[in-house]
């Protein structure tokens, strides 16, 4: 038998196997909107987003329940801050296997509702919609 050391990983070899860990996991909704072409949903492990890293699942399906093939999908968040200009976060968003899934990674400086903007442009049509979401 021959020995060659400690495997090593990359970062996107990490992130990937750390989303699918996510995804097999027993997800809780964080927040369901519905809007007029979707219906979006955020999930994660907990039902929560918090302070620091988060890993999450995006769902996109249409009204009547079928995935949506929502093609380029953005999820931004921001927070309204008195006396300064809004915080602003960004999610790292990649395909799941499933159609109308996305897995996704975000991070939070602090706790507070944040006003989350998920936008999409596919083949299954073009939205977005703006909901809030608590980070404990």
């Known amino acids: 038998m021959i020995r060659t050391g400690p495997a090593v990983c990359s970062p996107e ?10 995804a097999g996991a027993q997800e809780k909704a964080i927040h369901t ?5 979707a219906v979006i949903t955020l999930k994660s492990e907990t039902g929560q987003w918090k ?6 699942a995006l769902e996109l399906t249409t009204p009547s329940g079928q995935p ?4 380029k999908v953005t999820v931004s968040t921001s927070m309204t801050m008195p006396g300064m200009g809004p915080m602003i976060a960004g999610a790292t968003l990649t395909p799941d296997k499933a159609p ?10 602090d ?7 998920v936008s999409w442009d596919g083949p299954g049509g073009k939205g977005s919609a703006r909901f ?4 404990r």
Do not use: H, M
């Open 33 to 37: 909107q519905k809007t007029t072409e």
């Open 51 to 56: 302070q620091g890293p988060n890993k999450f």
């Open 132 to 135: 809030p979401v608590p980070v």
């Open 100 to 109: 109308g899934r996305y897995l996704g990674t975000i991070s939070f400086p």
């Open 111 to 117: 706790s507070g509702v944040r006003q989350v903007t």
């Open 13 to 22: 070899s990490f992130l990937t196997a750390s989303l699918a860990a996510t």
């Open 68 to 71: 949506l093939d929502a093609g």
